[in-house]
């Protein structure tokens, strides 16, 4: 028994000494010197960029167009030959510093700068609660969420779980007498709407258009509800005439709209945080997304010569790599 107990004591040991490769260890630094980059991965994709001066085939004026082309992905690793290569698209002015990590990291969050429909869960003081709130990511979400909470409720709160909700479209009923104090004030609640929308050619020269849409409604009734869709279709229809009218090339249909419900709940939802709180994260969120690969230490735990001996490494290296390509 004494053995057994040694030899699993042991075990776990070496477990905990068994290195994982986390954010926690990895080491991520700018640099431009050929020394640092070698046996390390490259953290981002790096391009060629440049600047073309095109004639506008419409006005003839000259207008600036920025290109760009890949050199090498993200995740390659920098041997001898790659780094050779790299240096000598430094030489030529293509690029100048590149992102590196011991770790080699492959995949690439695909950011979102447009606010979706998010649907959280939340336990506040014990007691579950349904909250729908816009947010470009589950990140944004979850940061907009904790602000509202701590901001409109009082006491402990947990975060359940937070999911997008695709292809949604929000409509929020603003005239139906709920906030004006009389008695017949009638309460609004969130009603999930499946709707067949069809678009009808009055003139008979186009075939009716139908497909299924889902919206989400905060109103008295589910037949107020499909009103308030048929007004919010309306209203797009309007907005693309007038866009069709300062724009000649734009080719505009008036139709005739309405939708038939195919299914209607109502959707549990103790509270909806406005659009107007979460557009003042849009701004922050694009910013933080710029900064946050870069915001590990600068050095990476790689010694930096100073002065006249990183410039002799960097020229060195420089002087290797072009009597190479002249050999060959």
Known sequence: MRETKSTNVAARSKRRRTPVETRKSEIRYMTRYPYEMLNRYLAKNVYKKWTEDVADEDTGEVISIERETLLFERG????????????????AGDIDEICVSNQKRLGIEVTNDRLSLYRASLRVKGKRKVVLLYATSVRNADTILRDYVELSFQGGFRILDIKEMDYHTTITDTDDGEDDGSADAVEKRFYQINARVILHD????????????TFIVHTSSAYRANLLIELHLLDLQEKRRQAAEENPRYKFLNRTISSQIEESKIMPVGCFIPRVFSEAYLEDEEEEGEDEEDRENDSGGVPRPSGEETGEQIRGENDRIQRIKEGA
């Open 76 to 91: 390659t690793f920098i041997d001898a030959e790659v780094r050779e290569s790299i240096v000598f698209h430094q030489m």
């Open 202 to 213: 009055p003139e008979g020269k186009e075939r009716d258009d139908q497909t299924e849409c």
